[in-house]
């Protein structure tokens, strides 16, 4: 496996983020093929074999840098430190409580500006020791070993950046595994008490970035309940047993049934958009969720470390900046988000998103790719 760093200006202002804008291309040793950009740490392209052998880039994204310092949708991005909603825009840690910025009504949504997916991360390349050493020191057991050289980025959040207590060191590395999976490992250490509940926003299509609608494909998800919303879209303290409703894809579903449902939930949000819990959660690397396009045959495997994984079906997708010449539309992709519960800062019951000064914290997700 290879990996290679270039240059990744700006059109409209070529020598602005010259010294902070760059791409890796990383191969693995059976032909599969990732972009990065340092913008948000985020996937540019991602491009793998269908069940006759031919390639196509299977993520939606931007046309270059100067859309995606204003793309709203966090293509390809990481996103963090908090992803997702935050009620009210307010949590209290140790009895002290933080305001944070308030760009989803009342509430916070993926932390706001600046954070992990509008920053240049610095980004290098490191040995597939050196990443075997990485897995190894998560602790997450269960991670397959490196394919090779592997891409790492990383980024200082500091104090007070939207409103979240201190200092924080991020660092993500993407990296082939040996089994066909594209691992995407999270770490971080705080100098205070902070909240790392991070996510990787990759909006797939199966059968290419731009061949239309997802929702022929279909969807299967290790999971029983999911978390409900109240009324402005965010996370409250209630589940909800999927047995019996649209959201049971517990066997192969068409993810049709997630964009036209008229349960209320899917409703508010036009679509799918719901953080699942995932079964036989312990903080090892486990199986959350599957994707199957019978067109081209390829399949999506997810796994992770994080309790819960949210499906959003690209239910307001639209614009012009988008890579290639067919503009994107409603579910035209699907979002396979592995993260904390949304809003679980507030949420005693949930698995708390809190990290304490000093405290090395990892999480992982890993897309593992194949054919039917």
């Known amino acids: 496996m290879s990996v290679t760093k270039e240059s990744y200006p700006s059109k409209s202002n070529p020598s602005g983020y010259e010294d902070l804008s760059y791409k890796f291309v990383m191969k693995s040793s059976d032909g599969k093929e990732v972009s990065v950009i340092t913008y948000g740490a985020r996937i540019e392209t991602l491009s793998v074999p269908d069940s006759k052998g031919n390639m ?5 994204g931007m046309r270059g840098l100067d859309e995606y310092m204003r793309d709203g949708g966090n293509h390809g991005a ?3 430190r908090s992803a997702n909603r935050i009620r009210h825009a307010r949590f209290s840690i140790d009895g002290i409580e933080y305001k944070v910025t308030q760009n989803d009504g009342e509430n916070n949504l993926h ?4 954070a992990f997916q509008n920053m240049f991360w610095k980004g290098e390349i490191i ?6 050493n990485c897995i190894e020191a998560s602790g997450i057991a269960g991670i397959p070993e490196a394919d090779g050289e592997s891409v790492e ?8 950046a939207c409103g979240f207590p201190g200092n924080l060191e991020a660092t993500v590395i993407y990296s082939w595994l040996v089994d066909g999976t594209l691992l995407i490992l999270y770490r971080a250490v705080s100098d205070k008490a902070t909240v790392f509940a991070p996510t990787h926003h990759a909006y797939f299509n199966l059968g290419g970035h731009n061949s239309g609608s997802v929702e022929t494909d279909l969807i299967m998800i290790n999971s029983d309940r999911v978390t409900l919303k109240d009324e402005t879209n965010c996370n409250c303290e209630k589940y909800m047993d999927v047995e019996g409703t649209d959201f049971d894809v517990r066997k192969d579903t068409f993810i049709s049934q997630l964009t036209t449902s008229d349960d209320p939930q899917m409703v508010m949000s036009r679509g799918i958009d719901q953080n699942y819990c995932i079964k036989g959660y312990n903080g090892s690397y486990n199986f959350a969720a599957c994707v199957t396009d019978p067109d081209s045959g390829r399949v999506m495997e997810v796994y ?8 959003y079906a690209g239910n307001h997708l639209g614009g012009t900046d988008q890579k290639g010449d067919i503009p994107y539309k409603p579910y035209d992709a699907i979002c396979l988000e592995a993260q904390m519960y949304p809003n679980s800062v507030n949420i005693p019951e ?6 304490r000064a000093g405290e090395v914290k990892y999480h992982a997700c890993g897309y593992k790719f194949g054919i039917v």
């Open 111 to 114: 932390s706001g500006n600046p």
């Open 153 to 160: 980025l990383t980024c200082l959040s500091e104090d007070g």
């Open 127 to 132: 040995s597939k020791d050196e990443t075997d």
């Open 304 to 311: 992770t470390d994080m309790p819960g994984i949210h499906i």
């Open 350 to 355: 949930f698995v708390s998103p809190v990290i």
């Open 78 to 80: 990481v996103v963090g």
């Open 56 to 60: 196509a880039d299977i993520m939606l």
